[in-house]
């Protein structure tokens, strides 16, 4: 049981976002299950670390809990989104993701696996992403946007930095 704790824990985050699609937007109840994924998130790293019992299929599962619950939660608070959204933060939200999906794209045909850095930028793109939900119903979702917007844009270019870099590396080798 203990050389699993962590993966349970994750499963749990999985099955909390299946029950949020099922609870009204926004609702207690969804913002129950919200705030276990994200307490869920951090409590499975950390109990993976202390006890020691880190894998690469903890870290696979992980990954599909993240972007389960990404998934779920843009579904449910889209048309929240789409209300209080201008049009120039969508183009700034398209054009983040297009161009973060792209660079996946690029390091999966360049190493074979599908990899994310997690730095301290992509670790506060998260946590801000997190506290998303919690500004649908306020004045302050689009200023909240764009502050989302600049972390992530920061942390997107911090990573095909790196990317570059180890690029060179491999061709100073190579020499």
């Known amino acids: ?3 699993h704790l962590a993966n349970i824990i994750t499963m749990t985050r999985i099955i909390s976002c299946i ?14 299950f919200y705030i276990w994924c994200g307490f869920s998130d951090i409590l499975d790293g950390f109990v993976a670390r202390k006890l020691k019992i880190t894998s690469s299929f903890g870290s696979k599962l992980d990954t599909i809990s993240d972007l389960t619950l990404y998934t779920v939660m843009m579904i449910k608070i889209l048309s ?6 201008n049009n120039y933060i969508w183009i700034l939200i398209y ?6 999906f792209l660079h996946y794209l690029f390091v999966f045909f360049l190493h074979k696996q599908l990899s994310s850095r997690h730095t301290i930028p992509n670790k506060i793109t998260s946590a801000m992403m997190f506290a998303l939900p919690f500004f649908c119903n306020t004045k302050y979702l ?8 600049a972390v992530a844009y920061f942390a997107m270019a911090e990573e095909i930095i790196y990317t570059i870099k180890t690029l060179n590396q491999g061709e100073n080798h190579a020499v």
């Open 1 to 3: 049981m203990k050389k």
């Open 19 to 32: 029950c949020m699609i099922f609870t009204e937007t926004l609702s207690y109840p969804f913002y129950c």
């Open 80 to 85: 929240y989104l789409r209300k209080g959204l």
């Open 95 to 100: 054009a983040v993701i297009t161009i973060r």
């Open 142 to 149: 689009p200023h909240y946007s764009l502050c989302v917007l």
